[in-house]
């Protein structure tokens, strides 16, 4: 019997949507292997590095915030294309950075590129899929993210074992890739944005986006190459215009609405939280936690390419099973294996040294902390917030929740050194474990399960 859908075509789009995700992945991660370079370059205290870390976050946030706007206003493919073009320039100002002050500028401008991207790219791949497979591909743009660390992280390490091994010659070549090895890891990011920039080209509006505008010629023939029937193209327009309709009400007065208010509230909870968990604060400063535990630079590293490796595996595996499992049943397992991972991260911390525990232990117990993260939260985030807000104010409602994301995970770069070094290690990873509570707890009380339902059917759900 043949299907109602296109998935061929569906998978396409999502995957080229996705890519913005990878963008994300690569600029979270390589920041990692750049900082002692950067630090002894130029001369950094504790809460400049931070600040080298977090500025990125701060354009991020100027991104999410600008993010929904152009994505309500200049459509969802447009503004994936302007995040494209902002990471492009980022790329090519970071590797030819003359200054600290140069450098940190231009970090800034890939951060608003990843910021608008971390809204839009989920979005449009939540508005082109159909209910049955929506948090598999959705999810695929976490795993963009995660296929974007290891490459990094490889890369980090590749271009080390590269500038050690190579003899000092006086060209730009050996300033970026030998001398100075922290411009070629940042550089290389512009290979994967001009790829970006270009395939996005290739696909289509969001159908949705354009039936919210009036637009409904145009969504129909996008449609008609996502689904096979023209009863369902034409059902597919109803069910949309049913809720994008209707009431004649400004996106502030819309989003002011009691039942759209709590989902708000609930999307801001839950994105924040997740980042006092901890995933952030292990992709951005793991070498450096090795170190402290007494692995060389490099041993550091390479412990953090496998650190990567299993995030992306894992992202995997969630992909063929948050559809069938659920959202909710996912997080309640894998919050529940990160606390206790954590607890022990952090009795390594306190008692490995006297009890002569192997550094092994604590390359174990990071990697469960991330397979449970990476097959539970990360998996799950974008697909709730992508989901769980009304088309006319998706794009502004899924920014105020991508903005409370991103000051938390700026917050996480710019205190970890801090919490590191004045609560130690050990109180830094219980801290992270206390953290997983309310988390859990939200997730079960106040998130509904929207697996197998339409994005109709969950926006009545929040506006009843």
């Given amino acids: 019997m043949k299907s109602s859908y296109n998935l061929g075509y569906i998978i396409f789009v999502s995957i080229v949507a996705a890519m913005g995700g990878f963008l994300f992945g690569y600029d979270e991660a390589v920041i990692s292997g750049t900082i002692s370079k950067v630090t002894e370059q130029f001369n950094l205290d504790a809460m400049s590095q931070g600040w080298f870390v977090g500025c990125a976050l701060v354009g991020a946030i100027i991104g999410v915030l600008g ?43 890939g951060g608003m590129g990843i910021g608008v991207a971390s809204i839009i790219s989920p979005l449009y791949i939540s508005e082109v899929s159909v209910p049955k497979y929506r948090g598999t591909l959705v999810s695929l743009y976490q795993l963009a993210i995660t296929i974007g660390v290891v490459v990094a992280y490889v890369v980090n390490d590749q271009l080390l074992q590269f500038a050690e091994s190579s ?69 597919q327009i109803a069910a949309t215009q049913s809720v994008s309709g209707g009431e004649n009400k400004s996106e502030m007065q819309f989003l002011m609405k009691p039942g759209i208010v709590k989902a708000l509230i609930i999307g801001v909870a839950i994105a924040i939280l997740g980042q006092f968990m901890g995933v952030n604060a292990v992709l951005y400063y793991g070498p450096e936690i090795f170190k402290n535990a007494g692995l060389s630079s490099g041993d550091a590293l390479f412990y953090q390419v496998l650190v990567g490796a299993a995030n992306m595996i894992t992202t995997i595996l969630a992909l ?24 022990l991260i952090a009795f390594y911390f306190m008692f490995g040294a006297s ?33 769980m807000y009304p088309i ?24 970890t050194p801090w919490l590191l070094e004045n609560i130690t290690p050990a109180g830094t990873f219980i801290l992270f474990a206390v953290m997983c509570v309310p988390y859990m707890l939200i997730m079960w009380k106040l998130v509904p399960e929207t697996t197998g339902k339409s994005l109709e059917e969950i926006e009545k759900y929040w506006e009843k």
Avoid: H
């Fill in 320 to 343: 063929f099973i948050i559809d069938r499992v659920g959202r909710k049943k996912l997080v309640y397992y894998g919050v529940s294996g990160m606390i206790i991972s954590l607890l």
């Fill in 67 to 109: 993010g929904g706007v152009l994505g309500d206003n200049l459509g969802r493919k447009n503004s994936m294309l302007l995040s494209a073009m902002l990471f492009t320039v980022s790329m090519i100002g970071c590797a030819f950075s003359t200054s600290f002050t140069e450098l940190v500028i231009y970090r800034i401008v």
């Fill in 167 to 235: 003899p000092v010659l006086s060209t730009t070549f050996d300033k970026i890739f030998v001398t100075e090895w922290w411009r070629g890891m940042l550089g290389m990011g512009l290979v994967p944005s001009v790829i970006f920039l270009i395939i996005i080209l290739f696909i289509p509006e969001s159908p949705r986006w354009l039936i919210s505008r009036g637009k409904v010629n145009r969504a129909s023939g996008i449609f008609s190459k996502i689904y096979n029937s023209a009863d369902e193209i034409k059902t």
């Fill in 355 to 387: 009890l002569n525990i192997s550094t092994i232990f604590l390359l174990v117990f990071f990697l469960a902390y991330i397979v449970f993260c990476a097959g539970s939260i990360c998996a799950v985030v974008w697909v709730i917030l992508s989901e």
């Fill in 392 to 415: 006319k104010v998706r794009a502004v409602a899924m920014s105020i929740a991508g903005f409370a994301l991103w000051v938390g995970t700026f917050l996480i770069g710019q205190l």
